[in-house]
């Protein structure tokens, strides 16, 4: 993965400018720093999401992205959520996914009996579960139990694929394979 001089605007603010980096094929990458300071801009950018006014990106193959918001559907379980982005034959693995994070016993429960860091998780195993060439987590353990939050990371870790996550944890960026701060 790389971004080279990647310049983004929002009105008279520039978010990223110039930015160049190089990313590894494999493992965790923590994008650190402030509220405000680019994270999910670059997320974006990388994804594709995002056009930047000038700059480039290269990926290798196909991005998957978990954005900040839960995006859940309301009317369906835990299961179905996972569920919902496989093939009918690997419904089947929804199971692992949500052992990943988990959450196997919350199987059952619909968004409404859930608390804020289960979301957060049920939405991190849907989007682990579409696959992809690359995962773009953005915020992915936001209301996470900081100790279940080491426990899922050891487990992304272990996947050996290569991922790019933001957050604000010290702790969270310690079990990544390398930090960048913007």
């Known amino acids: 993965m790389k971004a080279e001089n990647i310049i983004v605007r929002y009105g008279d603010r520039t978010v990223l400018d110039r930015?160049?980096?190089?990313?590894?094929?494999?493992?965790?990458?923590?994008l650190?720093?402030?509220?405000?300071?680019?994270?999910t801009t670059l997320l974006r950018v990388l994804a594709g999401l995002l056009n930047p006014e000038e700059g480039r990106v290269e990926m290798p193959g196909r991005p998957v992205m978990l954005f900040?918001?839960?995006r859940l559907f309301p009317r369906r379980t835990v299961l179905q959520q996972v569920e919902a982005v496989l093939s009918r034959e690997d419904r089947g693995?929804?199971?692992?996914?949500?052992?990943?994070?988990?959450?196997s016993e919350a199987r059952d429960k619909?968004?409404?009996?859930?608390?804020?860091?289960?979301?957060?998780?049920?939405?991190?195993?849907?989007a682990l579960a579409v696959g992809g060439d690359v995962w773009l987590l953005d915020e992915?353990?936001?209301?996470?139990?900081?100790?279940?939050?080491?426990?899922?990371m050891e487990r992304l870790k272990a996947l050996d694929r290569p991922m790019v996550l933001t957050g604000h944890?010290?702790?969270?960026?310690?079990l990544c394979d390398r930090v960048v701060t913007l």
Do not use: Y
């Open 93 to 103: 693995e929804a199971v692992k996914w949500l052992e990943l994070v988990e959450l």
């Open 68 to 70: 900040q918001e839960d």
């Open 19 to 30: 930015l160049s980096l190089d990313l590894p094929d494999r493992g965790l990458t923590f």
């Open 169 to 174: 944890t010290p702790q969270l960026a310690q």
């Open 140 to 152: 992915p353990f936001a209301g996470v139990d900081l100790s279940c939050a080491q426990r899922i």
């Open 110 to 126: 619909k968004p409404g009996a859930l608390s804020g860091g289960m979301a957060r998780r049920v939405a991190l195993a849907r």
């Open 32 to 39: 650190s720093g402030p509220s405000g300071e680019g994270k």
